[in-house]
């Protein structure tokens, strides 16, 4: 069984940092697209940063210049620095990858993390 275990999240002070860590275990062959969601109370989870196997990212305008996800193919691990955080960074954050399960099924599967709440206090 494959799973993403999220951490670093936590309280921290506008205008600071934080950085998040996702490490994908279990039978996993290859790992394709992982990405950052988020989701603020009654608000709909938006999609924050992606990076694709080969290193190609992409952010969204309210978080690109801010935020930069980089992964390390050797420990299965995306990784989220988040800089200059504001108020409205307020959110849990989810991990999600996309792979191809390991032996026997080599199955693609799309796979979520528990999350992990980020609070900026203005």
């Known amino acids: 069984q494959v799973q993403l275990v999220e951490s670093g999240g936590g309280l921290v002070q506008a205008g600071g940092s934080l950085r998040l860590s996702c490490a994908a275990s279990g039978s996993i062959y290859s790992i394709y697209a992982m990405r950052w969601y988020r989701q603020a109370p009654e608000k709909q989870r938006e999609l924050v940063a992606s990076i694709t196997s080969g290193g190609s990212t992409n952010y969204p305008g309210s978080v690109k210049g801010r935020f930069t996800i980089s992964r390390d193919n050797a420990k299965n691990t995306v990784y989220l620095q988040m800089n200059s955080l504001k108020a409205e960074d307020t959110a849990v954050y989810y991990c999600?990858?996309?792979?191809?399960?390991?032996?026997?099924?080599?199955?693609?599967?799309?796979?979520w993390g528990q999350g992990t709440r980020v609070t900026v206090s203005s």
């Open positions: 999600n990858a996309g792979l191809k399960s390991g032996p026997p099924s080599y199955r693609y599967l799309e796979v």
